[in-house]
């Protein structure tokens, strides 16, 4: 407990989003560096994807528990408190819990500390937003991550990485660019997260929070289809089912990555849900250090709209289309089919292939 004390008391800072970003980025490098130092050494690529996957989900549940964590932990410094009850704690009545209350504290009020000062107990009370965005990461991070080691595992490895896997160097910045994927996508609900409760822009239902859920709910949709549709494919391809050499059908036919249009999508979505959020003044203010100026705009738009552009932009011009296109055109360039397919399907988005 005198680590974790020690940990939440180096980044105690006077802002609650400075409290909740700072153990963030450090949780995620830290992971992927960890990874990194076996993978580099037995040059292994097994565990790349499932740790950029698992990274997202310690992020988005540290994001979401922090701010009860250090109630719980931090209890014994009234400025500690003090800051505590800023950032949502509110006094209640109970007893001491153990952890599974910590970790239903999202979905019940529940008592995080006893005996803080004089007695005084405390509790976390949790925005319907910070439950919905944490559960739209945990959802399509494990769907994701499960779809993603059992092809690693039926594959043996990830030809994306075979000249980079022996270059300890080159490797070692894949993890390090894969920690930095994690905190750029996962800066708007992270940002949410930090949001003190009471705030009286949290309690209305906005236009932001209809369009960006449902923009969430269409990309994830997309991406599932599309990962189904091309899994389905290759297995009808091993079992001698058909003897097509590229997919054409279903979403592929519509624009040549759907999974990849499904995630920009996806993350989009949350950036949308996040952006209603943050415009408001009052927000802008909670998340700032006492006595200071509120957020700006412009650190708004860009908690708010790195990720999604990031994300596209990784896929469309570093590794996803790129790659792909470079392996395709090789196989098939000669094909009158795949020239066709590849002139006339849009490349992203399915409205012209002129265009994307």
Not at 61 to 79: Q, T
Not at 162 to 188: D, H, K, S
């Amino acid at each position: 407990m005198a680590i974790i004390q020690s940990l939440l008391n180096l980044t105690n800072f006077a802002s609650p989003l400075e409290r909740t970003v700072v153990p963030c980025i450090m949780v995620a490098y830290a992971i992927q560096i960890v990874v990194a130092i076996p993978s580099i050494i037995y040059k292994s690529d097994r565990f790349f994807d499932a740790s950029g996957l698992s990274t997202f989900l310690m992020v988005n549940f540290l994001s979401l528990y922090l701010p009860a964590i250090r109630a719980k932990y931090c209890g014994d410094n009234l400025e500690q408190v003090a800051d505590a009850v800023k950032e949502g704690v509110r006094t209640v009545t109970g007893t001491q819990p153990g952890w599974g209350c910590l970790l239903m504290a999202p979905f019940k009020r529940c008592n995080l500390l006893q005996d803080v000062t004089a007695g005084t107990p405390l509790a976390v009370d949790y925005n319907w937003r910070q439950i919905a965005l944490s559960g739209a990461v945990t959802v399509w991070a494990v769907r994701l991550g499960v779809y993603l080691f059992r092809r690693i595992l039926r594959e043996g490895h990830d030809r994306r990485f075979n000249e980079i896997r022996i270059n300890p160097r080159r490797y070692l910045r894949a993890f390090i660019g894969q920690a930095t994927w994690v905190i750029f996508c996962m800066l708007p609900v992270i940002a949410v997260n930090s949001i003190p409760s009471g705030v009286p822009s949290l309690q209305d239902i906005k236009p932001t929070d209809f369009s960006g859920l449902g923009l969430w709910v269409i990309g994830f949709v997309v991406e599932v289809v599309a990962d189904y549709q091309k899994s389905n494919w290759q297995k009808g391809k091993r079992d001698k089912v058909h003897d097509e050499q590229f997919l054409t059908s279903g979403l592929w036919s519509q624009c040549r990555f759907p999974n990849y249009l499904g995630e920009s999508m996806l993350w989009t979505g949350i950036c949308t849900v996040t952006l209603g959020v943050l415009l408001f003044d009052d927000v802008r203010e909670a998340l700032a250090a006492a006595e200071s100026f509120p957020m700006s705009i412009v650190s708004v738009i860009f908690f708010c709209t790195v990720g999604p552009a990031f994300v596209t932009f990784l896929m469309l011009k570093v590794t996803g289309v790129p790659y792909a296109e470079r392996k395709y055109d090789k196989l098939y360039g000669g094909d009158k089919k795949y020239q066709k397919w590849k002139r006339e399907t849009p490349k992203f988005i399915p409205i012209s292939s002129k265009y994307f």
